[in-house]
């Protein structure tokens, strides 16, 4: 049975030394986030997601969830319980506004809470997790009574919240929606068609779900410009805050999947249910891009979420399981043989995932803090650079984290051998849960054509620009450092490659498009790359202050250093690669005509 | 439902365009192998495959095999209708001696018809599989007594064979195995301990399973030096050939795994079995080493079989899905989008794909054919090559084949967006199956092992030399041929890292053998890219000779060459990511103490 214990001791390394957290103690938003607050949430938060979610976890996907024949559906043994107590912790609020009951924590740490909840059961964390997209919706576009009447329950776990975005026919292009929306005159709408996909779309969890729906008002031009969003309560609110009438939406079915068992994924069928619309008409995308974005870079989070959890429990195997010598003579003389993790191709596995998910945990705080702010920052300059930075990396951590995580995940399954295969070991679910990150809230391939058709070229390119000049601010501080030279160096090389792909895509894809579609799964690898190269810079200068400052006793600092320095050898030298592809062009790809394959 | 359709036009190309298997009609072994025959057998095997393996495949995935309080096991509905179909047409021996009833067509020949039956039915495919692993070992280990017992109705596929090695406590380090031998005096020995993991173990296919199983005989020394091979026949085998009692062997369990649920993966429980010595006391490592090289062909095989299968459905389903339109205008204006085949990215995996499979297949016979070669050439020289290349090439095409195989069926999966990751559209399990082809028969880090510990330095490099030899003459006899220069210098960058690769282990390695363990798994990719490059590079060239050879209309060659292309300017240039892993050593990899993860 695999276990979860939480990076407790790298989360305080991120907000001490590398965000330096303390620092916006004045900041709107961060008043109550002390670095003493930060930690004892996150302890509270560990103890629950250690001793009450990572237990569910094999239960969930085990049992699945069940949908009985009057469309209800039950969670998994304990599930209903866990969620009890983590609505009765507060759990649900940690990240949102006081004014609605929520704590209001700064996102990151809600992000660092949420990296605990995906590790230890990421099919549960995903009935809150959807629920904060709910939340994020309504706060940014909904009226002033809709977020009076909704907000307060999703806030404090009583309600749940989902996204409808799929139907049968299409995903990626929302364009071809057909649900329809037929205004009653009352201000609310009749909604119906089929939505499928919906994570969390029905369950025995809580009171009452609220159902964000994109759907298309009657007479409402095609494609995406004539898409509306609405709120569609499984059970409508009454005046006064209580429940009324069952509305008319109803689980149809509950998809049998790879993984994520414990989560209910719903064909939900709408049959004139009563919506409410959120925004404005034909706006619905814009409402629903905010909760992509959040839901983007937690959903990149997942993918390190299940590496991370992968990576323990693949250590303490490596640990354990003593097969076969060292290759420099017995290191176990006195046992039959030594522990695997003695042999340089187990190490290559725990490595690659160790030195990738400290990278890619601390390139998704740095940017979930840009997240706060973008959100809280007086200064408009500031600002302007947070809301380029959010949209710059998100498609890169939603996409290359998952891409990553899944791959280091299959390594530390790996390093079981034939009992990683075995799902009593638990290996398998890891890899079976993560590989759902890499499909749902676009494919990997819409974040990284995201990536090179509209987020480098915004604005003139100044999101990539204002990166490129930080990083070279970096090396220019930092080249005459001999202890950082392997860093600096590396990150020199990294940001060269990125560099060079970008002034490609600039050269030749305005001129051929299929250029920019062809170089961009490349790209935003190297992107990834380049951007943990920068998290391990500046990871090891802050390793080397803080042993500078009386942490030279602790070992915590040189392991850093030496994963940073495998991160530079082992990993980064993929970005020559990845660039050569991006140089390749589109032609050899393009070539063979479609019968032709 | 995914759908299976067998690669038969590739197989002529491979037969008859790359190794002109005609040239070999003298030696003994092909005489029956012409081309037509050659054809018409896997036509039939094709049929075969496509209309009664294949729709099985869905069902053993998801209704698995089932054991019962007494022991027995049930294999899923239509298996054993669908062997028996299987032994009347007499597939098991199509590659077997006609000494003992088999076809006796080359290896190379069967070689197609296995990758026919894993690509419809992994799980099926591994009961016959299994089978001739131990008709090789009885084969060629075992007295003319033993062959006369037990080859005839192995071939016939009226009896399976298994393979026993692993033990709870140990897999690759078989020295420590406990499983014990007592010589009863008679000849015979009462084998005792338990098995696990033994594919294939019980089932209700046949009359009887022959278990092949490892043991340490009674006062035998410790470690690998002890163990001996035993043959274990679930029924007893009198005298005149009919069955006799059941043996002391039972089936204790069966394994849930991610995937191949159609096999019974069993632990097998030795109570005082009777047991028959194949080959000598203390020498049964070297006998299941026989079993163990063919294996692992199949294996690396098996790997491909699933990302071919899932390329293939990867491409209906991109050419039948409409969603959003090209990024150069679209391409089906009549519709309301473009099949997402217009799109790069789905492209890329498709190619990824296809160049992959094609290189892969072309590389696997190719080396087959020395399997032939090897058995068959009265030329002791040819033999020698035969042989060193078979010992060469089997670790690569066992572990980079696998590799990629997992990664490219993954992306095939992602082609299918959300549906990929739903069960009832088939692409999960080839994921699921492919993952068991990297773990068995040897993990893949043991084989990288295998190859740049044994494999590399027999009789002083003679191997890689001969091939970097064999390379080298390919591109100086081609360097001038304009059509040919895509070719031969992306196989003269690759064969140049490789080259580097290899001089830096022989410099590092011996110094300090983590070098050699840290490079391993790169050096393994790097051979396997190299090795599809230069498969490419003669594909081309026979294209070219086709197209100038009557065959300019056929776009069969265009289509070779365009993939051959994308294969260059798009797979390999991992080779320069690899050869710079290789030569960071082992320092960043063996840096932290165990205890400082």
């Given at each position: 049975?695999?276990?979860?214990?939480?990076?407790?001791?790298?989360?305080?390394?991120?907000?001490?030394?590398?965000?330096?957290?303390?620092?916006?103690?004045?900041?709107?938003?961060?008043?109550?986030?002390?670095?003493?607050?930060?930690?004892?949430?996150?302890?509270?938060?560990?103890?629950?997601?250690?001793?009450?979610?990572?237990?569910?976890?094999?239960?969930?996907?085990?049992?699945?969830?069940?949908?009985?024949?009057?469309?209800?559906?039950?969670?998994?043994?304990?599930?209903?319980?866990?969620?009890?107590?983590?609505?009765?912790?507060?759990?649900?609020?940690?990240?949102?506004?006081?004014?609605?009951?929520?704590?209001?924590?700064?996102?990151?740490?809600?992000?660092?809470?949420?990296?605990?909840?995906?590790?230890?059961?990421?099919?549960?964390?995903?009935?809150?997790?959807?629920?904060?997209?709910?939340?994020?919706?309504?706060?940014?576009?909904?009226?002033?009574?809709?977020?009076?009447?909704?907000?307060?329950?999703?806030?404090?776990?009583?309600?749940?919240?989902?996204?409808?975005?799929?139907?049968?026919?299409?995903?990626?292009?929302?364009?071809?929606?057909?649900?329809?929306?037929?205004?009653?005159?009352?201000?609310?709408?009749?909604?119906?068609?089929?939505?499928?996909?919906?994570?969390?779309?029905?369950?025995?969890?809580?009171?009452?779900?609220?159902?964000?729906?994109?759907?298309?008002?009657?007479?409402?031009?095609?494609?995406?410009?004539?898409?509306?969003?609405?709120?569609?309560?499984?059970?409508?609110?009454?005046?006064?805050?209580?429940?009324?009438?069952?509305?008319?939406?109803?689980?149809?079915?509950?998809?049998?999947?790879?993984?994520?068992?414990?989560?209910?994924?719903?064909?939900?069928?709408?049959?004139?249910?009563?919506?409410?619309?959120?925004?404005?008409?034909?706006?619905?995308?814009?409402?629903?891009?905010?909760?992509?974005?959040?839901?983007?870079?937690?959903?990149?989070?997942?993918?390190?979420?299940?590496?991370?959890?992968?990576?323990?429990?693949?250590?303490?195997?490596?640990?354990?399981?003593?097969?076969?010598?060292?290759?420099?003579?017995?290191?176990?003389?006195?046992?039959?043989?030594?522990?695997?993790?003695?042999?340089?191709?187990?190490?290559?596995?725990?490595?690659?995932?160790?030195?990738?998910?400290?990278?890619?945990?601390?390139?998704?705080?740095?940017?979930?803090?840009?997240?706060?702010?973008?959100?809280?920052?007086?200064?408009?300059?500031?600002?302007?650079?947070?809301?380029?930075?959010?949209?710059?990396?998100?498609?890169?951590?939603?996409?290359?984290?998952?891409?990553?995580?899944?791959?280091?995940?299959?390594?530390?399954?790996?390093?079981?051998?034939?009992?990683?295969?075995?799902?009593?070991?638990?290996?398998?679910?890891?890899?079976?849960?993560?590989?759902?990150?890499?499909?749902?809230?676009?494919?990997?391939?819409?974040?990284?054509?995201?990536?090179?058709?509209?987020?480098?070229?915004?604005?003139?390119?100044?999101?990539?620009?204002?990166?490129?000049?930080?990083?070279?601010?970096?090396?220019?501080?930092?080249?005459?450092?001999?202890?950082?030279?392997?860093?600096?160096?590396?990150?020199?090389?990294?940001?060269?490659?990125?560099?060079?792909?970008?002034?490609?895509?600039?050269?030749n894809a305005?001129?051929n498009f299929d250029n920019a579609g062809a170089a961009s799964?490349?790209?935003?690898?190297?992107?990834?790359?380049?951007?943990?190269?920068?998290?391990?810079?500046?990871?090891?200068?802050?390793?080397?202050?803080?042993?500078?400052?009386?942490?030279?006793?602790?070992?915590?600092?040189?392991?850093?250093?030496?994963?940073?320095?495998?991160?530079?050898?082992?990993?980064?030298?993929?970005?020559?690669?990845?660039?050569?592809?991006?140089?390749a062009g589109s032609a050899s790809m393009m070539a063979?005509?479609?019968?032709?394959?």
């Amino acid at each position: 049975m695999p276990s979860y214990s939480a990076p407790l001791r790298d989360y305080r390394f991120i907000f001490r030394d590398l965000l330096h957290i303390e620092r916006y103690a004045n900041m709107p938003g961060f008043q109550d986030a002390s670095l003493d607050l930060i930690d004892q949430v996150l302890e509270e938060g560990a103890k629950f997601c250690e001793g009450v979610l990572a237990p569910l976890n094999a239960v969930g996907d085990e049992e699945g969830c069940v949908r009985h024949a009057d469309g209800s559906v039950t969670t998994p043994t304990g599930f209903k319980d866990a969620y009890k107590q983590y609505v009765e912790a507060g759990w649900p609020g940690i990240g949102s506004t006081p004014e609605f009951g929520g704590q209001g924590l700064p996102r990151v740490v809600n992000l660092a809470f949420s990296e605990m909840v995906a590790s230890a059961n990421m099919a549960f964390g995903m009935y809150p997790g959807l629920s904060h997209g709910a939340y994020e919706a309504i706060l940014h576009h909904g009226s002033q009574e809709q977020k009076e009447t909704y907000l307060p329950k999703i806030v404090s776990g009583e309600w749940t919240g989902t996204m409808n975005l799929t139907e049968p026919h299409c995903g990626t292009d929302l364009g071809l929606l057909r649900t329809k929306a037929v205004p009653q005159g009352d201000g609310s709408y009749k909604i119906s068609g089929q939505k499928i996909f919906i994570s969390a779309g029905e369950h025995d969890l809580a009171d009452n779900i609220i159902h964000l729906v994109l759907a298309r008002i009657e007479g409402a031009p095609q494609g995406t410009k004539g898409i509306s969003l609405f709120i569609v309560p499984k059970f409508l609110v009454k005046d006064d805050g209580s429940l009324g009438a069952r509305n008319g939406v109803a689980c149809g079915k509950i998809e049998e999947k790879m993984g994520i068992h414990g989560n209910s994924t719903c064909v939900l069928n709408y049959d004139e249910a009563t919506g409410f619309l959120i925004g404005q008409e034909n706006k619905g995308l814009v409402a629903m891009f905010t909760m992509m974005n959040m839901a983007r870079l937690g959903v990149g989070l997942q993918g390190l979420s299940q590496s991370a959890v992968a990576y323990q429990n693949g250590l303490a195997y490596a640990k354990d399981r003593i097969q076969g010598r060292s290759l420099t003579g017995p290191k176990n003389s006195e046992g039959p043989a030594d522990p695997i993790i003695v042999h340089p191709d187990v190490r290559r596995m725990l490595m690659d995932a160790k030195s990738f998910n400290e990278g890619a945990r601390a390139f998704a705080f740095w940017t979930a803090l840009y997240g706060d702010l973008l959100e809280n920052s007086p200064d408009e300059k500031v600002r302007e650079k947070a809301g380029d930075y959010m949209a710059l990396m998100t498609p890169v951590i939603k996409g290359y984290m998952t891409d990553k995580g899944y791959e280091t995940a299959t390594n530390c399954q790996q390093i079981y051998g034939g009992h990683g295969y075995i799902e009593e070991w638990g290996m398998s679910q890891f890899v079976r849960d993560a590989r759902i990150t890499m499909i749902y809230e676009g494919a990997n391939g819409v974040q990284a054509l995201d990536l090179v058709g509209r987020k480098l070229a915004a604005n003139g390119g100044r999101a990539v620009f204002t990166f490129f000049n930080e990083i070279d601010a970096f090396i220019g501080e930092n080249e005459g450092d001999e202890k950082l030279k392997v860093f600096v160096d590396g990150l020199k090389k990294s940001k060269g490659d990125l560099q060079e792909a970008t002034q490609w895509l600039m050269a030749n894809a305005m001129t051929n498009f299929d250029n920019a579609g062809a170089a961009s799964h490349d790209y935003m690898h190297l992107f990834g790359i380049t951007a943990l190269s920068y998290m391990w810079a500046l990871m090891a200068k802050a390793s080397l202050e803080a042993k500078a400052n009386g942490g030279a006793a602790d070992p915590f600092y040189d392991g850093k250093l030496a994963t940073g320095r495998y991160f530079v050898e082992r990993m980064a030298p993929d970005s020559a690669a990845h660039l050569a592809k991006v140089k390749a062009g589109s032609a050899s790809m393009m070539a063979l005509a479609a019968d032709a394959f």
